[in-house]
């Protein structure tokens, strides 16, 4: 293969999601079997890098000030689930399990990567509760060690703002489906943990 094409590929590898065979596929679809995509899809990317931007209010991704359900009048601000990044948010909506608000931290705390509570897009969200406007937190964050620290943390600080606002975490436990011979110690804790009284 040639340098430029080896280049291509090894950025097309960076992305989530795809490996060695799955960058090569793309790179030799766009530049053999179908070169005619590549200008549409250039300029799709050349567009949204200019037009996208993070939501002032939430994190979520967005054209404007506001993104899409920032700016919904029929979504219920009051109650504001926060998310690590905006596939959370994205894999919420889908499910549409949840009409509410959002908050997106970008992030979660992990002292050994370096990544304290001046990293993440924690001010917005306080100032949310500070407001008036959040008066229910979901926690909808990872079920590990940084997850649940991000989560004490978050409860903490929410506290501390002296606005009466119900803090609650989203369960976690076996899928849908799932069998307890195939989970792991940590699934099947979390299981047992949020059991709740069948009726």
Do not use: W
């Not at 909808?140 to 991000?150: I, K, M, P, Q």
């Not at 002296?162 to 976690?172: A, D, E, L, T």
């Not at 849908?176 to 069948?198: E, I, M, N, P, Q």
């Amino acid at each position: 293969m040639t340098p430029a094409f080896e280049k291509l590929q090894k950025h097309l590898k960076e992305l989530p999601g795809l490996g060695y065979r799955s960058s090569e596929r793309i790179a030799l679809n766009l530049l053999v079997e179908k070169p005619a995509r590549l200008p549409a899809l250039i300029a799709a990317l050349q567009e949204a890098a200019g037009a996208i931007r993070s939501c002032t209010r939430c994190g979520n991704i967005a054209e404007g000030e506001l993104c899409s359900i920032c700016a919904d009048p029929r979504r219920a601000g009051t109650s504001v689930c926060v998310v690590e990044q905006v596939p959370d948010l994205v894999a919420l909506e889908r499910s549409g399990a949840y009409r509410g608000a959002y908050h997106v931290l970008h992030g979660k705390l992990s002292p050994l990567h370096g990544v304290g509570p001046d990293d993440l897009n924690l001010a917005p969200l306080l100032a949310r509760v500070l407001s008036g406007e959040a008066q229910e937190i979901i926690l909808a964050l990872s079920n590990d060690v940084e997850g649940e620290a991000t989560c004490h943390y978050i409860t903490e600080q929410v506290s501390a703002t002296g606005r009466p606002v119900k803090v609650s975490r989203i369960g976690f436990g076996l899928p849908s489906g799932g069998g307890v011979l195939y989970a792991d110690s940590v699934t099947l804790k979390s299981a047992l943990d949020g059991r709740r009284t069948y009726s």
